[in-house]
């Protein structure tokens, strides 16, 4: 694990460019914004299932709390 941390530190504009277009090579040039809007969308999905999980955390809290004002 180190191990991969430790090459991904090291690449440059070059190796980025290169890995760029071997992407490009193997998706092709129709598939890439396919591939970003399934990409956006997966991040999309993820952060309102985390807002939601915080909201539900937070009612939880603020129910907690008016039961101890009430006792």
Same mark, same amino acid.
């Not at 440059?12 to 890439?32: N, P, R, S, W």
């Not at 999309?44 to 907690?64: C, L, P, S, W, Y």
């Given at each position: *694990? ?12 070059? #190796?980025?460019?290169? /890995? ?8 092709? &040039?129709?598939?890439?914004? @396919?591939? *970003? %809007? &399934?990409?956006?969308? &997966? /991040?999309? #999905?993820? =952060? =309102?299932?985390? =807002?939601?999980? @915080? $909201?539900?955390? %937070?009612?939880? *809290?603020? #129910?907690? $709390?008016?039961?101890? /004002? $009430? =006792?």
């Amino acid at each position: *694990m180190i191990n991969t941390l430790l090459f991904l530190s090291q690449l440059g504009a070059t #190796e980025f460019l290169l /890995i760029f277009l071997v992407v490009v090579l193997l998706f092709g &040039g129709k598939k890439i914004p @396919e591939l *970003m %809007r &399934g990409i956006g969308k &997966g /991040i999309r #999905e993820f =952060n =309102n299932a985390k =807002n939601a999980v @915080e $909201d539900e955390i %937070r009612q939880g *809290m603020r #129910e907690t $709390d008016k039961k101890s /004002i $009430d =006792n």
